[in-house]
């Protein structure tokens, strides 16, 4: 199939997020997925939130708060000299502000195919990762980053829940910035609680929940986002089956990106040959 000037042997890729580390994307290319997708990477390093990142309090209901752990791009680009990927490679980026996306776009280009622009981290410390929810900032960043590059760029966008007006402002950003397609929906902010230390969880206490749960959310922005626009869709949200992709692209998605549902397959390699087979591609 194609998706902007990429050519991918089939709909299928990792989601950017807890599994997205280079030595983790050898293996979802070996597994047979069709792009690999970077965790999120930014100008600076950044060791992460101390733990617990990563649990599962309930059937389902997958919630990270990992802190975006990133070598920072300087470090990155030297990282991956160590690699290379027979598919495409869609590098994820993070900026603060509108500046940093075209700064990173253009530092990190000799190493991707294509960008995701991480617009939608549900829980950041400090302000300016949910850019998705800020249209001029958005506009701006969105500009920056097409004037930096030739390269396909994709934008990840928050769930906008039944905020219809919201989702359709931010798409006619995105078509009038020219952007390739949308990736939909980042992970919904979400906390646990521990009644015994009478405490959040998380160490940031915010996270991100993705898995089963939230796959209809994102089906509901799927749908939405279809009525809207003819712009590719790359669907993300809680797959956890080839009935799940199938749903996905029953309601208008191109592509899709497998993420937290790996928790119930013995591996990578296990997930993605299970729905690529079922899929019949
Ligand atoms: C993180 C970033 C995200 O964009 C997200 O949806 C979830 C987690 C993180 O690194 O903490």
Redesign the pocket.
Known sequence: MKLANLELKNPLMNA???CSFPPLLKRWEKAGVGAVVT??IGIESNP??QGP?LIEPYPGAVL???????PGYEYFLEEMKEYEFDVPLIT?I?GRDEYEFGFLVKKLEPISDAFEL?V?????KKGG?QIGFEPEILRKSLKNARTSTEKPISV?L?YYSADERKLKEVIKIIEETEMDWITEI??LRAMDYSVEIGKPIFS?KF??Q?GPTVHFCALAQVYKTRELTDLPIVASGGIASSYDVKRFFGVGADAVQLGSGLLYYKSIKDFVKKILEELKC
């Open positions: 950017s997020g807890i965790k999120s992460g939130n990142v990270n708060s990992m802190g975006f752990p990133n994820s993070y991480n939608s981290c549900p829980h950041a990762y990840k928050p980042n992970t940031n996270g991100g993705s």
